[in-house]
Structure formats: C-alpha cells, structure tokens
C-alpha cells in the first residue's frame, strides 16, 4: 500500500509561481513512474504531467510545456511539480498518483488516470487574474 501526501497549493496571482510536493510511502517509490494530474470544477480529471522512476524521461500536457517542470528525489520519496507563469486556467486541485502495473510506454501509456494505482489527497491551486 503507498500513501500519498500533498501539499503546497494556495492562491497565486497570474503570472506567479507556485511549488507542489508529493511525499510517498512504501519502499517502491523508486521504481515507480509518479504522475500529476488536475481537476477543475465541472471537468474530467487531467494528464498535468509524469516522471519515469529515476526522472530520465518527463511528459508534459501541451498547456503546461515550458511554464511547469516536474522533478522528483528517490532519496527523499518525493516528487515536486513547479509551476511558473500560472494562468486563471491553471485553477484546479492537483493530484500526484503513483503509476501502477502496466507494461506500456510513451505519452499515451503515462498520461492516462486509470494507469494509476495510487492517488493523493489533492491540494487546491487558484489563480487569480
């Protein structure tokens, strides 16, 4: 079982910068591809973005190239999501989720909810403009 813990949301004005964490329990986090995803009021839940286990391939979502980086610490069990040059459409709870075990690859493979076996709490992210 792997718990999921959240935090660093809050109210940001546009153009501001925000930094999400994720810390995991359970000794797999290492070999385990971390996800990001958002869900803002009255829409599907959302690929954000995804690190392989050691972080050496990254996705992003096309909105948040360039403005959002995802890193993670395999040492520390965590996983962060920065976020720079928010935008009012940013606004949405943020989830990190571990992925689980499925034997595919690419954008598609990582991008997709139900790949994930584990998810967070969610921590709120506004934007305001």
């Known amino acids: 079982q792997v718990q999921l813990v959240e935090s660093g949301g809050g109210l940001v004005q546009a153009g501001g910068s925000l930094r999400l964490s994720c810390t995991a329990s359970?000794?797999?986090?290492?070999?385990?591809?971390m996800g990001w995803f958002r869900q803002a009021p009255g829409k599907e839940r959302e690929f954000v973005s995804a690190a392989i286990w050691d972080g050496g391939i990254k996705y992003y979502e096309d909105s948040v190239k360039g403005r959002f980086t995802i890193y993670r610490d395999n040492f520390k069990n965590t996983v962060w999501l920065h976020m720079n040059s928010l935008k009012p459409e940013d606004t949405a709870v943020y989830y990190c989720?571990?992925?689980?075990?499925?034997?595919?690859?690419?954008?598609?493979?990582?991008?997709?909810?139900?790949?994930?076996?584990?998810w967070g709490q969610g921590t709120q992210v506004t934007v305001s403009s």
């Open positions: 989720a571990a992925f689980g075990t499925h034997y595919c690859s690419g954008y598609g493979c990582y991008s997709h909810p139900d790949r994930y076996a584990y």
């Open positions: 359970g000794p797999t986090f290492s070999r385990t591809a």
